[in-house]
Structure formats: structure tokens, C-alpha cells
């Protein structure tokens, strides 16, 4: 039997968690258009050509943001390409494979990783990180610095110091999330694959296939830590406004471009034009994480149709 006033509590609960729902969506059109608005000199002065030129020199006015586009970009895609395995390594060792005295202790310690304060992470990699990439540059071969990827000289300070520092600091994001989605996967499944005949390897394989959305969104959720990450990476990337393709070489982010050169902002164009660089980065975060929605959507998309059996000829007829 009903109560009586159900019906308007239910509906108040509604409009209450609808209205919290909604003041997220304001504060990301109220950011958006705050970036919009305070960037227009710049945006009327240079255009897209904002987006497409590399020259920034602020004594002329003259400002493109491609470098740090470039600087942000690779960065992020290099701490991706770093941290994934390890991440996705970590999340099946937890949650499959590790005794159970040491799961307690290990979990804590990477949660923990991901506490750490980001400027912590940067001093780290001033004392420890660059020393290493430095001798790592020093090491490499000759045959191998005539490949542009490796050219320049071993500073220390430079892209794979900022990719390497990068993939630490999101590794842990990406395997917690990853590991509570393998968590969730019915044990159902594993048993099936044992039951099969499987070996402890396919059956991981098969739980890593059946989580393959929320591993992605892990995934996607580490990259977007990556792209926004400020202090770690003004610290060790070198800051030059340049565009290189080799990994020893100095270069700049937009994060870090905005924290180092903001107070310095002497004319209003000047600061237009870092207030347009948060712009595009809000502008590129925004892309990624809807790209990464409709990844995971196609995925769930796949997984339905693959999971729901075709009707053959003469089924629909029985069906009848």
C-alpha cells in the first residue's frame, strides 16, 4: 500500500538531487564563459592563427600557443604510454594475484601515491628524476641521437624527464580505478573460465575483456589528470616555447606557461592571451573526456549486440 505523501517526497528528492546534478553543469558554462569572456582581446586580435602559430614573444606582441599545445599534448600522450601497462600490471596483481597479508598494504601505498602533493612530485624530480634522464642522455648512443627523436643535448630537463614524472603521478589514479572495476567483475566469470579449462592467465584475460569499458575510463581519467597538471611539470620539462619531436629536448605546457608567466603579464593583451591558453586547455580537456564517453559508449554499444543472440530465419516464426 502506498503511503500517503509519498508521491511528493519522492518528487522533492527528484528536484533536490536534479538541482545538485545541475549547478555542475553551471559552474562548467560559468568557467567556460568567465575563459571566454576575459580572453576576447586576444581572440579578436590573433584568431585561430592563436592556435596555429608558434612565435610568442610578449616585448612584440606577438602570441600563438602551438608549443604549449604541442608541449601539453605530448606530455600527457608519453605519461599514457608509460603508465598504462604499469597501471593495468598493478590493478590485475591486486585484485587477482596477491597474497592477501600484502593486499592491505600495497593498496594503501598506492593511494597514497596519489595524495602526494604535486610540487612534492617536482622537487622529487629536480634532485632524483633529472639527474637520471640526464645520465640516461649521456649513455645513449651516438648511432641513436642521429634519430630526431633522440637529438640534443643531455640536459636532464626536457620532455621524457616531464613524460616520465607524468606517468608516475597517474599511475596510481588509473590503477585504483581500474582495480575496483576488476573488483566488480562477477566471480562468475573466472569460474566459467576454469570451468573451461583456462588457465589462471585466460581467465585474467577474460576479466580484463569483460571490464574493458571501466578499464578505459580508468585509462581516460589518468590522461585528463595528465593534461591539466601544472607544478611537477614546470619544474622538469625545461620551459622553452618550442616544437620538437625528440624527447631530450627542453619544452612547454599550457598549465605550465600560465603559472610561470601569469604575474608577469604586463599589458592587457599579454594576459588575454594566457587567459586564452586556460581556454584551449579547457577547450582539449572537454574534447578528451567526450571522446572517451563515446568510446565507452561504442564499447557498451559492441558488448550488447555481441551478448544478445541473432534470430535465425526460422525463429521469428516460431516466435509467432
Known amino acids: ?56 614573444d610578449p616585448v612584440s606582441g606577438e602570441f600563438g600557443a602551438f608549443p604549449f599545445i604541442w608541449g601539453t599534448l605530448y606530455s600527457s600522450i608519453l605519461a599514457l604510454l608509460i603508465s598504462t601497462p604499469v597501471a593495468l600490471g598493478i590493478a590485475v596483481f591486486l585484485s587477482d594475484l596477491c597474497p592477501a597479508r600484502l593486499r592491505a598494504p600495497l593498496v594503501f601505498l598506492t593511494e597514497l601515491l596519489a595524495a602526494i602533493p604535486s610540487i612534492v612530485y617536482g622537487l622529487w624530480g629536480i634532485f632524483v628524476l633529472v639527474p637520471a634522464v ?29 613524460g616520465l614524472i607524468l606517468a608516475i603521478m597517474i599511475t596510481p589514479f588509473t590503477s585504483s580505478v581500474a582495480r575496483e572495476v576488476l573488483k566488480s567483475v562477477p566471480v562468475e566469470q573466472r569460474e566459467a573460465a576454469y570451468a573451461l579449462g583456462a588457465t589462471r592467465f585466460e581467465a585474467i584475460k577474460a576479466a580484463l575483456y569483460y571490464a574493458r569499458t571501466g578499464i578505459v575510463g580508468a585509462v581516460m581519467l589518468g590522461f ?42 604586463d599589458t592587457a593583451l599579454y594576459l588575454d592571451a594566457l587567459v586564452e591558453i586556460g581556454l584551449v586547455l579547457f577547450a582539449i580537456t572537454l574534447f578528451v573526456n567526450i571522446l572517451s564517453r563515446v568510446l565507452i559508449w561504442s564499447m557498451k554499444t559492441s558488448f550488447k549486440a555481441a551478448s544478445s543472440p541473432a534470430l535465425t530465419p526460422a525463429e521469428p516464426e516460431a516466435a509467432a
Open 1 to 56: 500500500m502506498k503511503r500517503r505523501g509519498s508521491g511528493a517526497g519522492d518528487l522533492s528528492f527528484k528536484l533536490g538531487t536534479g538541482s545538485i546534478a545541475l549547478i555542475l553543469v553551471l559552474i562548467v558554462v560559468a568557467v567556460a564563459a568567465v575563459l571566454w569572456s576575459e580572453s576576447q582581446l586576444s581572440i579578436r586580435t590573433f584568431g585561430w592563427n592563436f592556435w596555429r602559430t608558434s612565435r610568442w
Open 134 to 162: 640526464r645520465q640516461l642522455e649521456i649513455w645513449t648512443p651516438e648511432a641513436l641521437k642521429q634519430i630526431p627523436l633522440f637529438t640534443g643535448p643531455p640536459l636532464g630537463v626536457g620532455m621524457l624527464a616531464a
Open 224 to 265: 585528463g589528470r595528465a593534461l591539466g597538471e601544472t607544478m611537477a611539470v614546470t619544474m622538469v620539462i625545461g620551459n622553452a616555447p618550442r616544437i620538437s619531436a625528440s624527447l631530450f629536448a627542453p619544452q612547454y605546457s599550457m598549465a605550465a606557461v600560465i603559472a610561470n608567466e601569469f604575474t608577469e603579464a
